[in-house]
């Protein structure tokens, strides 16, 4: 975007932050020692794949900027619970390279100060306090810069500022094709607001002990489900494997590729204690249409083995990429798991490609 235009005018001021435990900070950021700097709050969520798409620009421009006058903010609203846990998040800022601050907001109150709805947003404040530009998902990357650039002008004409970065990955760059995707998906039975269940077995949630599910034959799949074999409990928020090894879980799916939020618990008690409830290793077998992946199409978290399958190995709650297609087209991708406990969140999708 040009123009004028990018810029908001200057008519609604930026909220203080709500009281919570900030990491990267010394101590709590407070609106009025911001002033005089451009600020760039990011609402966001280590398991959100979107979230995760724009760290590498995020991370880009701190280097960037900072020195400019620029502070970015991250603001963690969890999407589950394990999120919500400051040792979690902790971990996560570290593994993704996070070096700015970040307000743990457990509760949503930073987030209902700013008036968000959604997962990743970036509010843009001018030094003078004002929110001047707003991002909604991923994406537009060259004119969030933009604006940062101009916010950074405005409070120094005369700063000598790069160059605009180029897209960071070929399928953020001009031509690059996006298509409708499988919709996220949600594995607890919560239902309502931001969760609901996607499970397409004939018998259902049970929401009061362990179950066997069998899932129907194939050609009675639909996309926009997913399907179990074998013993499984649900959750409010997940669904955990309760057998022995070898449990299935079916997922149809269109798309360039696809992510799993799993963890090693769905039990909120076991991951706040940091409680293995298995012995075995947290293994979970990865297959495309009936096949184990192969290294050209595996996301960076998957494993091989000497027989060749593929697995990803579930140390922590998070998002692990499991495919990453060249292509976008119709698959079912299949995951056993190999461990009693471990537990599914949801399911997200890629739909661009490289041009």
């Known amino acids: 975007m040009k123009g004028a235009d990018l810029l908001d005018p200057q008519m609604v001021r930026m909220p203080d932050f709500a009281p919570g435990v900030w990491l990267n900070a010394d101590a709590p950021l407070r609106r009025e020692e911001l002033r005089g700097r451009v ?36 603001v963690h609203a969890p999407e589950f619970k394990f999120a919500a846990q400051e040792t979690q998040v902790a971990q996560a800022t570290r593994a993704l390279g996070v070096s700015y601050p970040v307000l743990l ?3 949503y109150e930073s987030w209902t100060r700013f008036a968000n709805r959604a997962w990743p947003t970036k509010h843009l404040v001018d030094h003078q306090g004002y929110i001047r530009y707003r991002r909604q998902g991923e994406g537009r990357y060259a004119a969030t810069e933009e604006a940062i650039q101009r916010l950074l002008r405005q409070r120094d004409p005369g700063a000598a500022l790069p160059d605009i970065l180029p897209p960071l990955r070929a399928e953020d760059a001009p031509g690059a094709a996006c298509y409708p ?18 499970l397409g077995n004939p018998e ?13 034959e194939r050609q009675a799949r639909r996309e926009g489900q997913f399907y179990l074999e074998g013993f499984w409990r649900a ?25 799993a ?18 012995e075995q290793e947290p293994l979970v077998e990865v297959r495309q249409d009936g096949a184990s992946l192969t290294p050209s199409i595996a996301g960076p978290d998957v494993v091989f083995d000497a027989a060749r399958r593929s697995f990803v190995r579930v140390t922590r709650p ?38």
């Open 39 to 74: 600020v760039l709050v990011d609402f966001w969520d280590y398991t959100c794949i979107n979230c995760l798409r724009t760290l590498p620009y995020l991370r880009a421009w701190h280097a960037r900027y900072q020195a400019h006058g620029l502070t970015i903010v991250g």
């Open 105 to 107: 907001d457990p509760e």
């Open 181 to 198: 995707v499988t919709p996220e998906l949600y594995a607890g039975y919560q239902g309502g607001g931001l969760f609901g269940g996607a």
């Open 204 to 216: 259902g949630y049970v929401t009061d002990g362990v179950t066997l599910y069998a899932p129907p």
């Open 235 to 259: 959750w409010p928020e997940s669904l955990a494997y309760t057998g022995d090894g070898g449990g299935r879980l079916l997922l149809p799916y269109r798309a360039a590729g696809v992510n």
């Open 261 to 278: 939020v799993l963890s090693p618990s769905g039990d909120p008690v076991e991951l706040l204690l940091a409680l293995r409830p298995t």
């Open 318 to 355: 998070r998002l692990y990429e499991l495919v990453r297609n060249d292509a976008y087209g119709f698959h079912e991708l299949t995951l056993i798991f190999q461990a009693r406990g471990l537990a599914v969140y949801a399911f997200t999708f890629n739909t661009c490609v490289a041009p």
